[in-house]
Nanobody, 122 residues
Framework: QVQLVESGGGLVQAGASLRLSCAAS????????MGWFRQAPGKEREFVTT????????YYAASMKGRFTVSRDNAKNTVYLQMNSLRPEDTAVYYC???????????????WGQGTQVTVSS
């Protein structure tokens, strides 16, 4: 089993950057593909990005590609989401998730963190 804890959220102005972290417990972190999702008030949880076990393969949602970068450090059991050029529409709770394969859908992930709030003011 894996426990995930996100951190790094906050309130920033449009155009700013934030780096989210997701720390995983357990000794099998490197066996999981990791994903980031986000959920804005009144909306469904949506895919942001995913990264393979080695970090060699990544996929991004179209609206985040070029602004967001996912990475992982298996020695630290941590996955990161670097977010640049933030927009008010990026405001959401951001969740990390662990799964057994790369995926863009929530049902493809088994373990979830509690989320961290990102608020971008205009």
């Amino acid at each position: 089993q894996v426990q995930l804890v996100e951190s790094g959220g906050g309130l920033v102005q449009a155009g700013a950057s934030l780096r989210l972290s997701c720390a995983a417990s357990g000794h099998t972190f490197s066996s999981y593909a990791m994903g980031w999702f986000r959920q804005a008030p009144g909306k469904e949880r949506e895919f942001v990005t995913t990264i393979s076990t080695s970090g060699g393969t990544t996929y991004y949602a179209a609206s985040m590609k070029g602004r967001f970068t996912v990475s992982r450090d298996n020695a630290k059991n941590t996955v990161y989401l670097q977010m640049n050029s933030l927009r008010p529409e990026d405001t959401a709770v951001y969740y990390c998730a662990a799964g057994f394969r790369l995926g863009t859908m929530t049902r493809e992930y088994t373990y979830w963190g509690q989320g961290t709030q990102v608020t971008v003011s205009s």
